[in-house]
């Protein structure tokens, strides 16, 4: 129970990954806030849950939850989360940032020369601002208790190019996510928070499965573990960034991909 008596927050949890990484906090002791725009989005990707909903799942393993709907990319409602968090849990001491995606409307230019400003807010609005506006309302309380661990959601996409001018929005929103770690752990190292990101690469969550094209029966080939992660094995770098054994680290943007992006 490396996390009993703690308090996290996981935007965008109400399914996928995002859920993976609340169960998984979940049985190490920690109380967990689920955050979603749609608490009920499992039932879209047909993701099947072991209770009624995410916080249903969380309770039956002993912990307290609370259920927030609210839109991270939203200041407002972000500010008006963490006043109900904070009013009920009295603490938050991990956040992580999960919410985002490279949510693709039909017929969007996504490309480098061509992407159009409508896109571009869109994609950074949920990606990179909702990650700001949760780490600034996160950092308050934490500066307070002089603790706590933050950990940013990257990805792969924003670590290398992908060799042509394609996905634009999303590889700098994730570049950005990756750049603003940095940033912020340098300001808050000084009152014992960590600030960390990791970059997960083709992880099997339940919406990645459904949009798999043909090019996902060749990808493995690029991949030096010869396969795809699965959503268990990012939850448990989560909880390296959120737990003791990693104390000594902050700053950092760490690949969870199979050796996909290699230096």
């Not at 600030?195 to 919406?207: D, E, K, Q």
């Amino acid at each position: 129970m490396k996390l009993a008596g703690k308090v996290a927050l996981i935007t965008g949890s109400g399914r996928g990954l995002g859920r993976a990484y609340a169960l998984h906090l979940a049985q190490l002791g920690a109380d967990v806030v689920i955050n979603d725009v749609n608490l009920s989005s499992a039932r879209e990707y047909d993701e099947k849950l072991a209770a009624e909903t995410v916080m249903g799942e969380i309770e039956a393993l002993g912990r307290r939850s609370l259920g927030i709907e609210a839109d991270v990319s939203n200041k407002d409602a972000v500010d008006g989360m963490f006043e109900e968090i904070l009013g009920k849990f009295g603490r938050i001491d991990i956040l992580v940032n999960n919410a985002g995606g490279n949510l693709r409307h039909e017929n969007s230019d996504d490309s480098a020369s061509g992407a159009p400003p409508e896109r571009l807010q869109f994609i950074m609005d949920i990606n990179l601002n909702s990650a700001i506006y949760c780490c600034q309302a996160a950092s308050r309380p934490m500066k307070e208790q002089k603790s706590g661990k933050i950990v940013n959601i990257s990805s792969q996409a924003g670590l290398w190019s992908g060799r042509d001018g394609g996905g634009m929005p999303y590889k700098i929103a994730k570049a950005g996510v990756a750049h603003y770690t940095r940033i912020l752990a340098a300001e808050l190292g000084p009152y014992g928070i960590n600030v960390n990101c990791i970059a997960p690469g083709f992880i099997a969550s339940a919406r990645t499965v459904r949009n798999w094209d043909k090019a996902g029966n060749t990808l493995t080939d690029q991949i030096a573990l010869r396969r795809v992660g699965q959503p268990e094995e990012a939850a448990k770098v989560i909880e390296f960034l959120v737990t003791d054994l990693s104390d000594y680290v902050t700053g950092q943007c760490l690949p969870v991909c199979g050796g996909y992006v290699a230096w």
